[in-house]
């Protein structure tokens, strides 16, 4: 059996340049487990070729770091080093890689299967059935749309497939993507959807990884995955409405990060209900604009923070830590404008099976940005005598929270009425005197009293109207 598997591949490696067509073969690892650190792979050709190299099974994303693409006659090195941790803090899995010659492919012209394994095809002008399917794909292949247009009720197709890349289309549909069955190692990049049900319905789909791409549902949810483990979305825009931007449940080892995610109803639901299976999920750095804008079905693992690093976030400026919450983190206090808020996000709080789920890092609007404050004074008349001025400091960027100063000083009223008060007693006292003669001193006193009380009246009366 040895012996027929080498000259089979013999036979592959010298037959096909005798014909003048490129030959690309894997060297090592054919399958080998890794852990932390770069992986070589070692390729060979039997002439120059462009090549894609595609990681078939990979439960993490690993990618190409040396930056070749090119091979000559003989052997070529690739490095590969592991992006996505598990849940041990450990990269590693079995790997199995092909190797794709850029300089073959099958071209794509009408709606149809695409039944040939181990094959990469090329899409070479829009395509239309309204009524129907229009690409049904196979195991193991690639299909690029080229930026053409799919107009169908569901454009592509899986059903029970595996190590399947589908990038660069543009959808329209009922499903823009809809898979049946249980799908495996699917990866769709920059690809666009637009879909009146859920622009990529993806059930019991694992290894699932979705990046660069724009989906939008007009009736239900942007991209539907429940019952899904391991999965990457990156770098995607979500538009639900009805229902979900992203529904995903019974999740195990799921990343969802650098993504803008709109619904009119929920935007993220991580697990409908208590006692689905949802445990080392890690939700951040995205924008989550929706009414109810996060659900969950457990605590079990479920993250909504990274640790604080550097780099580009999905929206306004800073490290990349949570996510950025409309409405809490429009409002939120950041008081050493660090770009996050000061208090964590309550982002869901189960009151009947006693869990909550917190955003411990998540963003603010007030990086780099100065306060203005604004000062405002009100008066608040206590007696007769005392004024309480309370002086008011208000930042106008809403990053600090306002603060007030208070103070009694004398009131304005008393301190102008009565020295008047004074001088009529004494003007009162002189008339009387003249009137009736300094004997009836006492009747004097008490008339001139009378008088004064009664002008204290009148002034203050007079100054509950005008401010003191």
Known sequence: ?????????????????????????IISPLNQTYYNGTAPLNVSSNETVNITIRLNEA??????????????YGEETFLLNATVENENGTNYESLVFTVVDGAHSID?????????????????????????????????????????????????????????????????????????????????YNTNATSYYSAFSL??????????????????????????????????????????????????????????ITSSNMGLVSGYAPGYIVSYNHIYDNYLNAPTPYISGGPYGEYLNTTRHSGQRIYTSGDIGGNYWVGYSDSCYDVDRDGFCDEPYNAYNNTQYGFVIYDYLPYSNCYGTTADWQVTVERERV??????????????????????????????????????????FLSISIFMVSMKGVTDVRS?????????ILVAIIITMASLIVPG
């Open 203 to 260: 059930s019991f789909t694992d290894h699932l990884t979705v990046r660069n791409c724009r989906v939008k549902s007009s009736n239900f949810d942007g991209i539907y995955a429940p019952a899904s483990r391991h999965f990457l979305i990156e770098n995607t825009t979500v538009e639900g409405a009805g229902r979900y931007g992203i529904k995903c449940s019974t999740i195990v080892n799921g990343t969802i990060r650098h993504c803008n």
């Open 108 to 188: 794509v012209t009408t709606c149809g299967a695409l039944a040939t394994q181990n094959e990469t095809y090329i899409l070479q002008n829009n395509l239309s059935n309204p009524l129907g399917t229009c690409i049904a794909v196979t195991d193991n292949i690639v299909f690029d749309c080229q930026g053409y247009t799919i107009d169908a009720e569901r454009p592509i197709y899986l059903d029970s497939n595996k190590n399947v890349t589908i990038e660069n289309c543009n959808l329209i549909g009922s499903h823009g993507i809809f898979g049946h069955g249980t799908n495996d190692f699917v990866n769709i």
């Open 59 to 72: 439960v993490f994303e690993w990618y190409n770091v040396s930056g070749v693409n090119t091979i000559v």
């Open 444 to 452: 004097l006193i008490t008339t001139s009293i009378k008088i004064v």
């Open 383 to 424: 007696n007769f005598t005392y004024v309480l001025v309370k002086t008011i400091h208000t930042d106008l960027t809403g990053c600090e929270p306002s603060y007030y100063e208070e103070k009694y000083v004398i009131s304005n009223v008393a301190t102008s009425v009565m020295p008047h008060l004074v001088v009529i």
């Open 1 to 25: 059996m040895k012996k027929l598997f080498e000259i089979a591949l013999l036979f592959l490696l010298l037959v096909p340049a005798a014909y003048g067509i490129p030959s690309v073969s």
